[in-house]
């Protein structure tokens, strides 16, 4: 069962109460959510794929606790926060979110890209489940 998603307005509530929002002149989110459309489609071009009903999800916490820190080392980049979900979850539900907090929108927008990217392809397993 999927878990509770955080809600992204408390997030950066707590945020910009933090040691480090004076630091911070921009601040993103991203939230990765089951879409209907297969990955394959979507990524590789492939036609004529059943609808994706529902994913099973799970990452592997140790290392996205590493990602989070190495994500503080980049330059300009003070606030880093992420929540993944885990098990089943149905088209609609939240895989991920992830919020960055940095001095400058390009280094903002880097680290969210670099960031988001490793998750997906080093921290996490994603299963589709397919309509029949």
């Known amino acids: 069962m999927a ?9 950066l509530k707590e945020a910009k ?3 480090a929002a004076a630091q911070c002149g921009m601040w993103l989110t991203h939230n990765g959510v089951v879409r209907i459309t297969p990955k394959a489609q979507v990524r590789g071009g492939e036609e004529g794929l059943p ?10 916490a140790e290392g996205l606790a590493a990602a989070e820190a190495e994500a503080l080392t980049w330059p300009g980049v003070y606030y ?13 539900d939240s895989l991920m979110y992830v919020l960055i907090g940095a001095d400058i ?5 880097d680290a969210l890209q670099k960031l988001v990217g490793h998750i997906k ?8 489940i397919y309509a029949e």
Not at 53 to 60: L, N
Not at 105 to 109: A, E, F, M, V
Not at 121 to 128: A, C, G, Q
């Open 3 to 11: 878990k509770q998603e955080p809600s992204v307005d408390q997030w």
């Open 17 to 19: 109460q933090s040691e």
């Open 51 to 60: 609808e994706v009903v529902a994913v099973d999800f799970s990452y592997d």
């Open 80 to 92: 880093v926060r992420t929540w993944l979900n885990e098990g089943r979850c149905e088209v609609g």
């Open 105 to 109: 929108r390009p280094r903002c927008i």
């Open 121 to 128: 392809n080093n921290l996490v397993v994603e299963k589709e």
